[in-house]
């Protein structure tokens, strides 16, 4: 059984960081790409990062670039999203999800990010 496991979300006044870890199992992670996404209040879901599946190519969505890192430890199972230079309009539940480009609907439960002074 796939399983992907949040953490690390948090509140954080807009300028600071957090990073999110995705702990994986259930499948070979090193075989898949991996894909961060998110979803604000009332809004649907949008992919903020992909990750090739050896950690050679990185993606990102336009409102994240220069701000988000994605990595991945392929000998610990996980995946990582270093959030800096946090906005309001980050505030979302963030959920890794497998694959990339194409991502699978996120099983997780997710790990809450809120940016607010």
């Known amino acids: 059984e796939v399983q992907l496991v949040e953490s690390g979300g948090g509140l954080v006044q807009p300028g600071g960081s957090l990073r999110l870890s995705c702990a994986a199992s259930?499948?070979?992670?090193?075989?898949?790409?991996m894909s961060w996404v998110r979803q604000a209040p009332g809004k649907g879901l949008e992919w903020v990062s992909g990750i090739s599946s050896r950690g050679g190519r990185l993606y990102y969505a336009d409102s994240v670039k220069g701000r988000f890192t994605i990595s991945r430890d392929n000998a610990k199972n996980t995946l990582y999203l270093q959030l800096n230079s946090l906005k309001t309009e980050d505030t979302a539940m963030y959920y890794c999800?497998?694959?990339?480009?194409?991502?699978?609907?996120?099983g997780g439960q997710g790990t809450q990010v809120t940016v607010s002074s």
């Open positions: 259930g499948f070979t992670f090193n075989n898949y790409g």
């Open positions: 999800a497998r694959g990339y480009p194409d991502y699978e609907s996120p």
